[in-house]
């Protein structure tokens, strides 16, 4: 059984007088790639119930998808080496070297290729420009290649690789390992050897210094930069923000890998495994037909794999390094899913007056740790009232900050539109002010903020 009679290969079966039949019937009645190799494997398989087939392939076994289902598939199936279309496209590109990555452009994108590479199977113009959008989003445009046909190769920049004159079964592109420095396209992987590279005992004396402890700011910074480009929609800058937080953690991890503490692969294994374990709803038995249904098997997922058997340990999770506002509001939520909570709004209402009556006496007496205190607890029983209304209170706290600066901006601009100074007023002229430019903007802040 030949997969198909339509080829090189082929003709050289016919050479030598073998009878033989073709399955390029199957190939004409189907539309995507991975259902006709199902659909050849299955052939065959039927076919050896009935007396022994050999089934004959282009290339190497490893090459052709419908001849590796048949050697998971097929009991006692032996596989005869050949020699594969990738090898015949790295020799005729001059490309030999023992580290090469081979591609069938048909299943390219299912991957993350590496270099030196060869994309075998680009047999047609849509195939070819399939897998050159694909190559040139991970290894840029003006990449030299090698375009092979009928065992020539021509040496092209990579975005020509689906300009050329003529596609058939012997095509393919080969694209040789570049220098790190003349690289344009970077992945995980480079960011890694890049931060070894400076850290190295000839590399930047300044990254070589840094600690865990040193850059640990660094990390905080970076992450409210990302939110800033999120918060502005500016795509370019959540780019470059987001590389930044990429980079932080990938700084972590070399030092980790230095001291003997985990390896690269240690965090990228870890992450991996705790989405796959957190994600039960998808990759195990659990279901979650809505957001909230997902958002509880994470929590219940999380608690079990950090050993959160009780609320305090819960809530002792919560980590001290987050923002005050936020590191309330997770604290309480968590006193909550034990049932520890005020009862309602009206409830939590009451609280923040007594609070804040607490807080006036404190103020009364002058002492200023008295006061601190005071004014923790109102801040705390503040956010209780937020969450228990169903806001978000790290971002309604911001979001009115926002609107109170811009509200202070436009009353400066107005003060000073009348030629004079917000220092110089009198309180109740300059809440008059205020109160003006409050009006001014509530057209522009109807929507934006609460």
């Given at each position: 059984m030949l997969r198909t009679g339509e080829t090189a290969p082929a003709e050289g079966v016919r050479a030598l007088g073998v009878p033989f039949e073709t399955l390029d019937a199957l190939r004409?009645?189907?539309?995507?790639?991975?259902?006709?190799?199902?659909?050849?494997?299955?052939?065959?398989?039927?076919?050896?119930?009935?007396?022994?087939?050999?089934?004959?392939?282009?290339?190497?076994?490893?090459?052709?998808?419908?001849?590796?289902?048949?050697?998971?598939?097929?009991?006692?199936?032996?596989?005869?080496?050949g020699c594969s279309k990738a090898d015949s496209s790295f020799a005729a590109a001059g490309v030999l070297s023992p580290d090469r990555c081979v591609r069938s452009a048909y299943s390219l994108a299912k991957s993350r290729p590496s270099l030196p590479l060869a994309v075998y199977d680009m047999d047609s113009e849509l195939v070819a420009s399939d897998a050159k959008l694909y190559l040139c989003s991970l290894f840029g445009d003006e990449t030299d290649a090698f375009f092979v046909r009928g065992g020539k190769a021509k040496k092209i920049k990579l975005f020509e690789a689906d300009r050329q004159l003529t596609y058939d079964d012997t095509c393919a592109v080969v694209v040789p390992a570049l220098p790190f420095l003349k690289k344009t396209r970077f992945n995980y992987d480079d960011l890694v050897h890049l931060l070894r590279l400076l850290r190295a005992p000839d590399g930047c004396p300044w990254d070589r210094a840094q600690t865990h402890g040193s850059i640990r700011s660094n990390m905080v910074e970076e992450a409210y930069e990302l939110v800033d480009a999120i918060d502005r929609g500016d795509d370019a800058a959540i780019c470059e923000e987001a590389g930044d937080v990429l980079m932080q953690g990938a700084f972590h991890s070399v030092l980790g890998e230095e001291r003997g503490a985990f390896t690269v692969e240690d965090v990228t294994s870890e992450v991996c495994a705790k989405l796959i374990s957190r994600h039960s709803h998808i990759f195990g038995k659990d279901r979650a037909e809505s957001e909230a249904g997902a958002l509880s098997v994470w929590e219940r997922n999380?608690?079990?794999?950090?050993?959160?058997?009780?609320?305090?340990?819960?809530?002792?999770?919560?980590?001290?390094?987050?923002?005050?506002?936020?590191?309330?509001?997770?604290?309480?939520?968590?006193?909550?899913?034990?049932?520890?909570?005020?009862?309602?709004?009206?409830?939590?209402?009451?609280?923040?007056?007594?609070?804040?009556?607490?807080?006036?006496?404190?103020?009364?007496?002058?002492?200023?740790?008295?006061?601190?205190?005071?004014?923790?607890?109102?801040?705390?029983?503040?956010?209780?009232?937020?969450?228990?209304?169903?806001?978000?209170?790290?971002?309604?706290?911001?979001?009115?900050?926002?609107?109170?600066?811009?509200?202070?901006?436009?009353?400066?601009?107005?003060?000073?539109?009348?030629?004079?100074?917000?220092?110089?007023?009198?309180?109740?002229?300059?809440?008059?002010?205020?109160?003006?430019?409050?009006?001014?903007?509530?057209?522009?802040?109807?929507?934006?903020?609460?």
């Open positions: 004409a009645g189907s539309r995507k790639f991975d259902a006709l190799n199902k659909k050849l494997a299955a052939e065959v398989l039927r076919m050896a119930k009935e007396g022994d087939v050999v089934y004959c392939v282009d290339g190497s076994a490893c090459d052709d998808l419908s001849a590796r289902i048949l050697a998971q598939r097929a009991r006692g199936a032996r596989v005869i080496a999380k608690r079990a794999e950090k050993g959160q058997k009780s609320a305090v340990d819960s809530v002792d999770a919560v980590p001290s390094a987050f923002p005050a506002c936020l590191r309330a509001q997770k604290v309480g939520k968590r006193a909550a899913a034990a049932g520890y909570d005020f009862a309602d709004l009206a409830e939590v209402a009451e609280s923040v007056r007594e609070e804040l009556s607490e807080l006036l006496d404190a103020a009364k007496e002058g002492d200023r740790a008295h006061i601190a205190e005071e004014a923790g607890d109102l801040l705390l029983a503040a956010v209780s009232a937020g969450r228990i209304a169903g806001a978000d209170c790290e971002e309604a706290l911001r979001d009115s900050t926002e609107k109170f600066v811009r509200r202070f901006r436009e009353t400066d601009a107005l003060v000073r539109a009348d030629g004079k100074s917000m220092e110089q007023l009198p309180k109740a002229e300059l809440w008059a002010y205020y109160e003006r430019a409050k009006e001014r903007l509530r057209g522009e802040e109807k929507g934006q903020c609460p």
